[in-house]
């Protein structure tokens, strides 16, 4: 699970550290948060079937309250020279390097040119093989950077208090395929989400 958001420390830096105990005793894995900025901007390696998949987070989105530091938890933020130390690391460590962004304009299918296109372009040429972003609520457009895909934003998947704004009421579910170590397809799926924002999966919007 990415916890590189803009509500990571919502409850202060304590809380972070707190909320990830609480995963792990759960049996839930999470990255782009920690202790400091050591733990929150080190992958999460995983090993799937001999594949090694490498997940980084990183958020934009209120990053000044939400950013770690050397000695206070938080959130991997978008430095480039940490950025792509994590992701060259990553890139050496595991077959695969997926980035998930925290970034972009909340209800607009509007790309912001600073903090999407050009970090799109960073992260992709530092390594990643796919960039998953988050944050606008709404669906994004999906490119390809550096001949890898970025999805700048999947959308919703389970989130009350959405059915205001039917297009915030879409998401898209993301299926990365495997084989000999190294993606060979990419399926989505489109999601449609109730007005108690409940989400199935649907063909068409």
Known sequence: MSYAGNHTKDYTAPSVTHTIDLLNQAGVASFGAGANNEQAYTPLIVDLKGTKVAFLGFNCIEY??????DYEAGTASFSEWKVRESIS?????????????????????????????????IFTDA???????????????????????????????LFPGMAWDPESQKGIMVEINIDEKKISSI???????DGD?????????
């Open 127 to 157: 390594g990643a093989d796919v960039v998953i972003g988050g944050h606008p609520h709404v669906v994004q457009p999906q490119v390809e950077v550096n001949g890898k895909p970025v999805f700048y934003s999947i959308g919703n998947f």
């Open 89 to 121: 690391y990553a890139k050496s460590q595991a077959d695969v390097v997926v980035v998930f962004a925290h970034w972009g304009w909340e209800h607009t299918q509007e790309l912001d040119p600073e903090w999407q296109v050009l970090w799109a372009q």
């Open 197 to 205: 924002g409940i989400p199935s999966v649907v063909e068409n919007w």
């Open 64 to 69: 000044a309250f939400n950013h770690a530091t």
């Open 187 to 193: 399926n989505t799926l489109k999601i449609l989400m």
